[in-house]
Antibody
Framework: QVHLVQSGAEVRKPGASVKVSCEASGYSFTTYYLHWVRQAPGQGLEWMGIINPNSGSTAYAQRLQGRVTISRDTSTNTVYMEMSSLRSEDTAVYYC????????????WGQGTMVTVSS | EIVLTQSPATLSLSPGERATLSCRASQWVSASYLGWYLQKPGQAPRLLIYGAFSRATGIPDRFSGGKSGTDFTLTISRLEPEDSAVYYCQQYGNLYTFGQGTKLEIK
């Protein structure tokens, strides 16, 4: 079975950084692109960025450019999302999601990771 | 950035009725790159429809995607209580954007 399993909830102070992981299983890791999507409490879905696990190439939402870094470790089939200079507005559930190509729907999602930014 | 506007914001219907949800794009979106997702409270979104018309794996045929003029539609026939959720449309042809969601309540 195909699974994306994310790391656990995090609490950070404003100005700090956080790194969330997403471990893939049940399929060929380098065959599918992986996205990060976040959802603030009671709000909608916001796309953050994408990585090609085969090449490592990335692209980011313009409004988050410079604060978000997506990386991967092909030895552990894991993708990471690191966000720096955290603000209270970054409090959200962060999801990883899979797409067969860069212009494909997101067919499998991780369970989500709650990141709380609070002083 | 392509903006997707969903309507209505909230829809309240009874079991057995049919729901029609709409998604309008601020600029042209190819049907090949339009999807619909369902999200229940405390859960991750789940893909329902891709390419505007195709059902994802395991999705019953009560769910169907369509296009009417410039609007994309999601129709859910023979509503069941478990269809209560928030439904999002998404375009993935020009980066990626989601609509703001339609909350479907089954009375």
């Amino acid at each position: 079975q195909v699974h994306l399993v994310q790391s656990g909830a995090e609490v950070r102070k404003p100005g700090a950084s956080v790194k969330v992981s997403c471990e893939a299983s049940g399929y060929s890791f380098t065959t599918y692109y992986l996205h990060w999507v976040r959802q603030a409490p009671g709000q909608g879905l916001e796309w953050m960025g994408i990585i090609n696990p085969n090449s490592g190439s990335t692209a980011y939402a313009q409004r988050l450019q410079g604060r978000v870094t997506i990386s991967r470790d092909t030895s552990t089939n894991t993708v990471y999302m690191e966000m720096s200079s955290l603000r209270s507005e970054d409090t959200a559930v962060y999801y990883c999601a899979r797409g067969y190509s860069s212009d494909d729907a997101f067919d499998i999602w991780g369970q989500g990771t709650m990141v709380t930014v609070s002083s | 950035e392509i903006v997707l506007t969903q309507s209505p914001a909230t829809l309240s219907l009874s079991p057995g009725e049919r729901a029609t949800l709409s998604c309008r794009a601020s600029q042209w979106v190819s049907a090949s790159y339009l999807g619909w997702y369902l999200q229940k409270p405390g859960q991750a979104p789940r893909l329902l429809i891709y390419g505007a018309f195709s059902r994802a794996t395991g999705i019953p045929d009560r769910f169907s995607g369509g296009k009417s003029g410039t609007d994309f539609t999601l129709t859910i026939s023979r509503l069941e209580p478990e269809d209560s959720a928030v439904y999002y449309c998404q375009q993935y042809g020009n980066l990626y954007t989601f609509g703001q969601g339609t909350k479907l309540e089954i009375k």
